[in-house]
């Protein structure tokens, strides 16, 4: 994706930030993790799936570093 497409992708979330405390990679990270699990329960098809009991919507992150993956809630 280039670079463009992506800060569009993610404009969103990262306009939601605001002047908190520590690292802004980190609070960039997190917010559109955020965004985006916002943005999956909009969708009625999906929704419907999570009423059924068919499908969880879970935000979360992968550390390059660690290879561990974090709940973001």
């Known amino acids: 994706m280039c670079g463009a497409r992506l800060r569009k992708a993610i404009a969103g979330a990262i306009g939601q930030l605001n002047k908190s405390?520590?690292?802004?990679?980190?609070?960039?990270?997190?917010?559109?993790v955020r965004y985006q699990v916002k943005k999956l329960e909009r969708s009625d098809l999906l929704m419907?799936?999570?009423?059924?009991?068919?499908?969880?919507?879970?935000g979360g992150r992968y550390d390059l570093d660690t290879e561990g993956v974090a709940i973001v809630t």
């Open 21 to 32: 405390a520590g690292d802004l990679i980190e609070n960039a990270v997190v917010a559109n």
């Open 48 to 58: 419907q799936l999570v009423r059924e009991s068919k499908l969880q919507i879970i």
